[in-house]
């Protein structure tokens, strides 16, 4: 059976234990964080934490919440300003659509990666995707919109997603270096 030796204290432990039995110290390469639930470095499947379905559904809601909030509020005045008069400027209109909706998407997966417990990007990746399909239903058979094509939609849906995707994995990111701030002073307090 493989082994593992601690850096700390030398003892053997087993190759798939992630702390030392001995003296309890993270095992790993030398200066490399242990591969943890609560660390985005280092994941394998057989470590990745489970998706949390309440993070997700969150995320849907607030995207939904928000983009209705944006048809109800910034589309009107957009459709007035933008679209009224002699020559509509429907590329400036269609603009400023995407610029909302991208930060609508990378804000909420940034939220859910920089708040949540664990390592969440599939979460706000999957809020984004079935957001996305909500859109597309609603766009092609309940509103008929026919200025959005079919192609618009499938290329705009993935691009939120993506965003969104992006927008979590940056939340992780910030995330990561407070939680490793947080340990170097408590190392520090430690020593003092």
């Given at each position: 059976?493989p082994?593992?030796?601690?850096?700390?204290c030398?003892?053997?432990?087993?190759?798939?234990?992630?702390?030392?039995a001995k003296?309890?110290?993270e095992?790993?390469?030398?200066?490399?964080?242990?591969?943890?639930?609560?660390?985005m470095?280092?994941?394998?499947?057989?470590?990745?934490?489970?998706?949390?379905?309440?993070?997700?559904?969150?995320?849907?809601?607030?995207?939904?919440?928000?983009?209705?909030?944006?048809?109800?509020?910034?589309?009107?005045?957009?459709?007035?300003?933008?679209?009224?008069?002699?020559?509509?400027?429907?590329?400036?209109?269609?603009?400023?659509?995407?610029?909302?909706?991208?930060?609508i998407?990378?804000?909420?997966?940034?939220?859910?990666?920089?708040?949540?417990?664990?390592?969440?990007?599939?979460?706000?990746?999957?809020?984004?995707?079935?957001?996305?399909?909500?859109?597309?239903?609603?766009?092609?058979?309940?509103?008929?919109?026919?200025?959005?094509?079919?192609?618009?939609?499938?290329?705009?849906?993935?691009?939120?997603?993506?965003?969104?995707?992006?927008?979590?994995?940056?939340?992780?990111?910030?995330?990561?270096?407070?939680?490793?701030?947080?340990r170097?002073?408590?190392?520090l307090?430690?020593?003092?």
């Amino acid at each position: 059976m493989p082994q593992t030796r601690c850096a700390k204290c030398g003892a053997e432990n087993a190759a798939a234990a992630a702390r030392c039995a001995k003296c309890g110290a993270e095992l790993g390469a030398a200066g490399a964080p242990a591969p943890t639930q609560e660390s985005m470095y280092g994941f394998d499947e057989m470590n990745k934490p489970p998706v949390s379905w309440p993070a997700a559904g969150l995320g849907l809601a607030i995207i939904v919440g928000l983009q209705a909030l944006v048809g109800l509020a910034v589309v009107p005045f957009l459709s007035k300003s933008i679209l009224a008069g002699r020559s509509p400027r429907i590329i400036g209109f269609w603009a400023a659509m995407i610029v909302i909706g991208a930060a609508i998407y990378f804000g909420t997966g940034f939220v859910l990666g920089r708040y949540s417990k664990g390592y969440l990007v599939r979460e706000p990746f999957m809020a984004a995707l079935v957001a996305a399909g909500l859109n597309w239903v609603l766009e092609h058979f309940v509103y008929r919109n026919q200025s959005v094509t079919v192609p618009m939609l499938a290329v705009g849906g993935l691009l939120f997603v993506a965003i969104a995707y992006v927008g979590g994995m940056a939340g992780e990111q910030v995330q990561q270096k407070l939680r490793e701030q947080r340990r170097a002073l408590a190392a520090l307090g430690k020593k003092s």
